[in-house]
């Protein structure tokens, strides 16, 4: 999660240690901007942002996982049972 000491860290460096550490996704989750950005590691060893289908992102690397993306700014939060039985894990 982005905070704004550690913006440029989060942005850049890390963007670029965790791509060339082959890190296969990289989650940027900005609660001040209300920004979420998701890149996946191509086949080419770089990152390449993930899209964000009808408001969910799916997981590259975790077949059958996904996240809808407003849920991390909703007041309050989701409870973590409905968001489990969304998910289909029992």
């Known amino acids: ?9 989060d942005r850049v460096k890390k963007y670029q240690e965790y791509e060339l550490a082959g890190i296969t996704e990289y989650w940027l989750i900005d609660p001040l ?3 979420a950005i998701f890149y996946h590691l191509g ?4 990152y390449h942002p993930t899209p964000i289908i009808e408001g969910k992102l ?3 690397l975790l077949p059958g996982f996904w996240l809808e993306v407003a849920n991390l700014w909703q007041e ?3 409870k973590v049972m409905q968001t489990v039985h969304k998910l289909g894990i029992q």
Not at 1 to 9: D, K
Not at 43 to 46: C, N, Q, S, T, Y
């Open 43 to 46: 086949i080419d060893g770089h």
């Open 76 to 78: 309050p939060l989701p």
């Open 1 to 9: 999660m982005v905070s704004p000491e550690s913006a440029e860290r």
């Open 33 to 35: 901007r209300e920004e």
């Open 58 to 60: 799916h997981s590259k």
